[in-house]
């Protein structure tokens, strides 16, 4: 067929707009000689010759040309350029069509063929996190009180003094101006015992679960969480397969079992010692000494996430897990004077904006050299404008003023709430964990039998989001938490008792047994 | 002991700088109290005689208390606040201070004390990547002619739009007039066969890699890698304890033997079709062609790393593998017409700059939501401000734009180096991979007999960076690359001549016997 004629009439029938004419020329060719239309061994125009009949730049032809030969559909010899013979592998290697066996072989054989792999498959199923923006969503800070217009202006300056050099992958541990800032804030304001080379930063704490995860345990590794416990940890753990197992919280924090020792012995232990997630207990002083010293002796590492910490209202925040540790050495001189076996793990979400995606982890100094490594090989950084913004925010003194004016304004928040749960609900229901963070519990007396779960999902459906404690738990080993979580740092004062109105309502309906959920 | 006495000799002996007087005061107690100068039972100064005394605000006293008691130190009672019992476990569970066999079990059972896990541990010794603004270090792009000032105008636009509620979560698969703007792009340049719906933005190539090894394979599970082959893929599949298996590379790119599909089916095949790093080969078609059909076949997944293939010197850019589902389809009635079974990833480092940390995945149509759900859950999202001025950067056209730019500088660049390389080494080396990308391969004649290695070693002591070909063999399986790998994006072409005649005189000397390396 005549080469302008078959390129034109493709151009009708399959063209898109858009489409240079060397991609034209390019999609035509290749369309012929796949459904045989140019045959192989097939001589097709000098380029010359095509572009004249086309009245388009030789050049178009040319590189429409040469992509086809890169590609292997046409080659040029001797006799010019000719389409080139059927690679074999057109039809598959099995040879032709395949059998249906073959085809049901495959489908069972096939677990790529399975959307997501096993370790993640399940994940899917778990509850997706709703509108964060609505009323109680645990977790997100008053956006609308961040100092935005003098964000701004800092990453303006940050910007503006940023060289070409900086636009290049960055120190393996993040900036080291922002290592200086947060190694001077956790010494100051949670006794972290740290210096800046023991702060890595992190894309945010779920980056930083899913690093120790895998580089401090290795997969069917045995990994403790609270039960009820935080999800993102879970998912993370079982992302790296690690083996995870419930061990129950109580009002003084995590509750391990003598036997839990002995019989699941952990290589990681992931806690939220300062406000746990979701109760909100405190854990106790002889709670953490002997996590520590059971850590230790067993060689398990203990992972505390302060995630919402800086923010406490009844007395100054309490002191980290993590500075601990010389505690106990100067009481036990059977110990060597260490650091307690700890992964510090903090974040900006919660004390600046998640949207900002910035994290750190405080390492124990014996491993900060691997890591150091391990990262420069497997973990590119860069956003060193964000980093370097953010330790002058820090340095100039603006951190420790909003923590300072979302410390009141929280407390006003939650004295709000709690007023209003203790009016409507103080007879059915106990509020739990309020002393710090930014979500509180509310705990339903047992023998009133509320199904925390279809409450919360019942709340859903009225736009209040009030995740269930009970959902939180963690392995089968029952725990005796039932209640919903409420975050209250986004929700103005004014607006609480309204909708612990609407909420009271929910769980008064319940009670009677009015409650029907799909 | 006087407490005004004890607290003011504490602070003279082990106060810091910077404490306020209420953090000087709870260190104070607390240290008195572990020292046992304030014992158990020990009833505190009341809180307001205490203040009177060293004549501080009452608060400061207060707070302090509260803080001891808070930690469990101090308790208050009927009695008044008086040193709490010291906890059972100030002293180790295992009972007094244990014994050397007891220490001994411990050094033998701890895993925990390695400083990281087994499937870490190995990467810590690879090679770091040295100094990336030295020349020829592969993957860095001309960094000085990139459009900053453009790019902060556009940062600054965004910053400016963005309003406090998208400082919030972001989307799980990234903004959409990103994902728009990309989808866009890559069916347009690339011949991808994508919609917005498949892209997932992530923050790189490296995190693009760590997700697919999780979430499309288990641990246990075999992934084919190129040898030679990317450190940075073999770093992603053995953290998520993948088993990496190397298949050997050839001029026409990945090569496997028949019984390779046999002995170890691939649950996932890492490939770098349009220019493999680092030999630089392009795949030819008919291999892709056959890649396809035998992971349909098998039920793999192909992952397609195009990090640099937007820069073609020699004709336009190569279609994508991910897009070439369709030429079989067209041929094999017996096949339906489907997608190839392709993880199509993209990064930004390359075509714009590494410290931006945006590149992406395009993800077959049968596996989005199930992704967009796990990411929902596991992988929370942010960065706004990123993400809109890059979908503005495309939109506006920029981005193609400086594509074209960089293509013709690159191109410059590389040109200078090929006709250097060719004068100063053509007897003995040979260029291979120069057609595309940001890097060639320099590969040594094999009766040389040449250490690439040792060659690498000594350019890198001589302020040069060319790591060996023969460096990035994956597995035991011997293969035929010797040679260095120059990255020559970022080398002004006036320098190539002198770098190669530092490079040629160490290659001559090594030739020559007289090259020792420490």
């Known amino acids: ?155 303006m300056r940050a910007w503006r003094a940023l060289s070409a050099a900086q636009l290049n992958y960055g120190p393996p541990a993040g900036e080291s101006a922002l290592r200086e800032a947060i190694a001077a804030h956790l010494r100051a304001s949670r006794a972290v015992r740290c210096s800046a080379e023991q702060v890595f930063i992190s894309d945010g704490t779920q980056a930083s679960l899913d690093l120790c995860a895998r580089a401090f345990a290795d997969a069917g590794d045995k ?143 014996e491993r900060v050299q691997a890591l150091h490594h391990l990262l420069a090989r497997s973990a590119p950084r860069g956003r060193a404008a964000e980093q370097l913004a953010l330790a002058e925010f820090m340095r100039e003194g603006h951190f420790g003023l909003h923590l300072r004016r979302m410390r009141r304004l929280y407390q006003q928040r939650r004295d709000a709430l709690v007023a209003a749960l203790e009016q409507q609900l103080g007879d059915i229901a106990q509020v739990r964990g309020a002393s710090a963070g930014m979500h509180l519990a509310l705990c339903f007396e047992p023998e009133l039998g509320l199904d925390d779960q279809a409450l919360s999902a019942a709340a859903l459906q009225a736009g209040i989001v009030a995740p269930a404690l009970s959902q939180h738990r963690v392995g089968r080993r029952a725990n005796a938490w039932s209640g919903l979580m409420l975050g209250y740092a986004q929700v103005p004062a004014e607006q609480m008792s309204g909708l612990v109105g609407r909420l009271a309502g929910l769980i008064r309906s319940a009670q009677a047994g009015r409650l029907f959920v799909k």
Chains 1, 2 share one sequence.
């Open 223 to 365: 990994v403790w969480i609270e039960s009820p416990g935080y999800g993102g940890a879970l998912t993370a753990f079982r992302a790296a397969q690690l083996r995870p197992i419930g061990i129950a919280v109580d009002a003084q924090g995590l509750a391990p079992r003598p036997q839990d020792w002995l019989q699941h012995r952990p290589q990681l232990i992931y806690v939220t010692p300062s406000h746990q997630y979701p109760s909100g207990a405190v854990m106790s002083l002889e709670r953490r000494l002997a996590l520590i010293a059971q850590a230790r002796q067993h060689g398990s590492l203990i992972i505390e996430d302060d995630y919402d910490s800086e923010f406490r209202y009844d007395g100054p925040p309490l002191a980290a897990l993590q500075g601990l540790g010389a505690d106990i050495d100067t009481l036990d001189s059977a110990q060597p004077a260490s650091d307690a076996p700890v992964l510090y793990l903090g974040t900006f979400s919660k004390t600046l904006f998640p949207g900002l995606r910035i994290g750190f982890m405080v390492v124990p100094p």
């Open 1 to 155: 067929m005549d080469h302008a004629l078959l390129i034109n009439r493709f151009a009708a029938e399959q063209g898109q707009p858009g489409w240079s004419r060397q991609r034209l020329l390019h999609e035509a060719l290749r369309h012929a000689i796949r459904s045989g239309s140019l045959p192989p061994g097939r001589r097709l125009l000098a380029s010359r010759a095509l572009a004249a009949e086309l009245g388009w730049a030789r050049n178009t032809v040319i590189y429409a040309y040469e992509q086809l030969a890169s590609e292997g559909w046409i080659s040029a010899g001797r006799r010019g350029t000719v389409v080139s013979a059927r690679p074999a592998s057109f039809v598959p290697a099995a040879g032709g069509a395949r059998t249906l066996d073959q085809v049901r072989g495959l489908e069972l054989q096939a677990p790529a063929q399975a959307p997501l792999s096993r370790r993640t498959a399940g994940l899917a199923c778990l509850p997706v996190a709703a509108d964060l923006a609505a009323a109680f969503a645990p977790g997100v800070p008053a956006l609308d009180a961040f100092p935005l217009e003098l964000w701004r202006r800092l990453m």
